[in-house]
């Protein structure tokens, strides 16, 4: 792979993540708005930015692409249920006070992506990044055991998007393109959630005059730039390198939980964090070193 298409997906996945990791201060501004009720809304904003966005960032004959297989569809109508469940997942967890149950499931999503890049793709791992798994995985495994019970949370968040990151880097659709036919698929399923909700929060007409009513239109570029700085980056980097990126956004996500929104982190889930830190630590070594081999 080419050292300048690998810079460029370590540049855009670090983006991602980033905004990922900071998305807790973007919900709790609507955590009056049910998390339902935001993914809605979060589909159908998404949907008109994203059909703006493709109008001025030309992709040319990718819909005639589409129409030529249509398998490509059924692709993205199951990717797009994968990252629906995930959105709702999360918006939940982040505004029911499971901050750090949903940073859980971001620090075990790695290992997802490491087990699928190893079983499904056929990536293999060089010695620093085995001991760099086995790190991190005592440290997942520390966490577990502190939940004291089957972290759902955690593993929904976890096997979604393990999930979602597969299909997407091996579909063969551009990012931006897929990630508005997955969100335009989505699109009558929450006009039919409004029209079944006549009641819902955001229905009333002074809804509109509201702070919270602009947080949810910004639901569009909030949601989609990150998702194709992803997609993007996944088509310039292994799938396992990508996983481990993956890790500063539940660290940004758990440095809010303690400090911002005063969840309690008990010492030894700070020493199992540590462990998951350590490996991060040693995986990003041994990818500059390799780069620099490159």
Known sequence: MHAANLRRGYFLGLTAYIIWGLFPLYFKAIQSVPALEIIVHRVLWSALFGGVLLMLW???????????HPQRLAILALSGSLIALNWLTYVWAVNSGRMLEASLGYYINPLVNVLLGMLLLGERLRRLQWLAVGLALAGVAQQVWQVGSLPWVSLVLALTFGFYGLIRKKAPV?????LVVETWMLVPVALGWLLLHPNAVSAEPGFYTTSEALWLMAAGPVTLVPLVCFNAAARHLPYTTLGFLQYLAPTLVLLQAVWLFDEHLSPSTLVAFMFIWAGLALYSVDIWLNLRKR
Do not use: V
């Open 58 to 68: 030309k992709h040319p004959g990718w819909w005639r692409e589409l129409r030529q």
């Open 174 to 178: 551009a990012a931006l393109p897929g």
